[in-house]
């Protein structure tokens, strides 16, 4: 049997929400459109893998209370700690901010911030994958 991973589903409680975070801190963008009044499914994907792995965001969904010591995330690599540091000052000024940058892995530097649904989203640089 052949597997392929086409897509991460999301339901969420504030669409438009979601969809302005993700394309501001991840570069996604909307590649299909599935809504009608607010409602409804939005994919998003990285511009040049519109094919690939996708984020679908449901509307009607809750919000997520994860404690702060809660690992699960989606990991978005970047091109340098610097990258980690804007985005992690951007976090912290939207109040967003979860895990300040550090070297959490040897040799990887990393933050995390949570989106406007509650999920975490971890942006990192030197993040070999998989991990030693």
């Known amino acids: 049997m052949s597997l392929t991973m086409t897509h991460i589903c999301l339901h969420v409680e504030n669409l438009l929400q979601c969809v302005?975070?993700?394309e501001r801190y991840c570069g996604l963008c909307v590649v299909k459109d599935g809504t009608k009044g607010g409602e409804g499914?939005?994919?998003?994907a990285e511009r040049i893998q519109?094919?690939?792995i996708v984020f679908q965001l449901m509307s009607g969904g809750t919000k997520q209370h994860l404690s702060k010591s809660d690992n699960r995330h989606f990991g978005f690599v970047v091109d340098s700690r610097k990258t980690v540091d804007e985005i992690a000052k951007?976090?912290?000024a939207e109040d967003c901010l979860i895990w300040e940058p550090d070297e959490y892995i040897p040799g990887a530097y990393l933050c995390t911030v949570k989106d406007p649904n509650g999920n975490y989203v971890e942006f990192s640089f030197g993040h070999p994958m998989p991990p030693p």
């Open 20 to 22: 302005t975070f993700y």
């Open 41 to 44: 499914s939005i994919y998003m």
């Open 50 to 52: 519109e094919n690939g």
């Open 90 to 92: 951007n976090a912290h």
